[in-house]
């Protein structure tokens, strides 16, 4: 691993270790995350770009042992988006390339009778645009429900995804139905010394 990935994986655990609260976990990482994508010319590889033509791709840079954390370079091409979706988990998101947009929601919806997949209501909420060395933080609220991407017409895009979990699935929502279902998300190889997230998975 390339010593700024080192030093920020450090920084990365000793947060986790040592604050409470996912709020101050992100309140820490984030200068981090600020030094390691103005670090990115450094670092970044061709392995770290691969792209996928149907979607946008998450590349696997680091998943911890125990789980608790990992880290992916997405690669956007142009009019690729994920769904709506949550993390159930913190995160930290820096710019290296390119400009990456961000719809966020809200849920409404007022039913404590219903189960919380079904009955869903998501009203718009603000718009975020992320330009090169942007850093953007987000703890479960209790579900931080967004959508992101790169507009077509726009730079491809390059962008740094820390998570307070192996993320390998997530809940992907549908407005209409009014439903959300936990879904497994595909990723693409593990870059250099990384461990194949199915295996972070099973350590958890
Ligand atoms: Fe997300």
């Known amino acids: 691993m390339h010593p700024n990935l080192r030093r920020f994986r450090y920084a990365c655990e000793t947060a986790v270790a040592e604050a409470c609260s996912p709020a101050q976990i992100v309140r820490r990482l984030a200068p981090h ?88 209501e998501l009203l718009p909420g603000g718009l975020v645009l992320l330009p090169p060395g942007a850093v953007s933080t987000f703890v479960p609220n209790p579900d931080h429900i967004h959508r992101t991407g790169v507009a077509a017409g726009r730079a491809p895009t390059l962008s740094l995804h820390l998570y307070g979990r192996v993320l390998n699935d997530f809940h992907v929502y549908d407005r209409q139905a009014g439903t959300r279902e936990r879904v497994r998300q595909p990723c693409e190889e593990a870059v250099g010394d990384a461990a194949p997230p199915d295996a972070a998975v099973s350590a958890r």
């Open 33 to 120: 995350m600020l030094r390691l994508v103005q670090a990115a010319p450094c670092f970044v590889t061709a392995a770290h770009r691969r792209g996928h033509p149907d979607r946008y791709a998450r590349n696997l840079i680091h998943a911890g042992d125990d789980g608790a954390l990992s880290l992916f370079m997405l690669v956007w091409a142009p009019g690729q988006w994920t769904p709506i979706h949550d993390h159930g988990t913190w995160g930290v998101v820096g710019i290296v390339e390119g400009l990456l947009e961000e719809q966020t929601y809200m849920r409404v919806d007022r039913r404590p009778q219903e189960p919380r997949d079904r009955g869903i």
